[in-house]
T-cell receptor
Framework: NAGVTQTPKFRVLKTGQSMTLLCAQDMNHEYMYWYRQDPGMGLRLIHYSVGEGTTAKGEVPDGYNVSRLKKQNFLLGLESAAPSQTSVYFC???????????FGPGTRLTVT | GDSVTQMEGPVTLSEEACLTINCTYTATGYPSLFWYVQYPGEGLQLLLKATKADDKGSNKGFEATYRKETTSFHLEKGSVQVSDSAVYFCALSAGTGNQFYFGTGTSLTVIP
């Protein structure tokens, strides 16, 4: 039981490049979330999903897209990376609306 | 709307000192409340939780009591260790809607 895993762990992109971050969970959770964490800003919700095939915008969705084609996976895409997207990205999942969230180890992304 | 307000840091304590990190919340329903801990370079881990009023969550010597009358969920530990140095996040799940609300985090450093 690996919990929530994220790939890659680190990535450096040049401005304008694209990439996809993968989040996978093996707990059969319905809800999945993508956050970014920046110094002094706490956690900010980018997008979330309430089940396979569904996605919704969070607090800071601009510049990101997501897909949830399979229940266990939640992908975060950057179509044209910008230096403002330099951050640590965390994925999380939970079973239900009153349940705790389980977090992945994070992806540290630098855009130059 | 729903929100969480927690004590700003950073907090620096000597080993074996007492710790209190204040957390208050605003919610329209009957939320579940959580404390998460984040060690350097890692994702957030659930420290403790409480799902109804007067519940006390506890783990690793940390405690927090869900107080509806004061809308608070303060984190306490009687004797901190160097290994407790981390960032602590208070969080709320309202049970309605799909989101999870985090405080901005409180950095704790414990010195020998």
């Amino acid at each position: 039981n690996a919990g929530v895993t994220q790939t890659p762990k680190f990535r450096v992109l040049k401005t304008g490049q694209s990439m996809t971050l993968l989040c996978a969970q093996d707990m059969n959770h319905e809800y999945m979330y993508w956050y970014r964490q920046d110094p002094g800003m706490g956690l900010r919700l980018i997008h979330y999903s309430v089940g396979e095939g569904t996605t919704a915008k969070g607090e800071v969705p601009d510049g990101y897209n997501v897909s949830r084609l399979k229940k266990q996976n939640f992908l975060l895409g950057l179509e044209s990376a910008a230096p403002s997207q330099t951050s640590v990205y965390f994925c999380a999942s939970r079973m239900g609306l009153v349940a705790e969230q389980y977090f992945g180890p994070g992806t540290r992304l630098t855009v130059t | 709307g729903d929100s969480v307000t927690q004590m700003e840091g950073p907090v620096t304590l000597s080993e074996e000192a007492c710790l209190t990190i204040n957390c208050t919340y605003t919610a329209t329903g009957y939320p579940s409340l959580f404390w998460y801990v984040q060690y350097p370079g890692e994702g957030l881990q659930l420290l403790l939780k409480a799902t109804k009023a007067d519940d006390k969550g506890s783990n690793k010597g940390f405690e927090a009591t869900y107080r509806k009358e004061t809308t608070s969920f303060h984190l306490e530990k009687g004797s901190v260790q160097v290994s407790d140095s981390a960032v602590y996040f208070c969080a709320l799940s309202a049970g309605t809607g799909n989101q999870f609300y985090f405080g901005t985090g409180t950095s704790l450093t414990v010195i020998p």
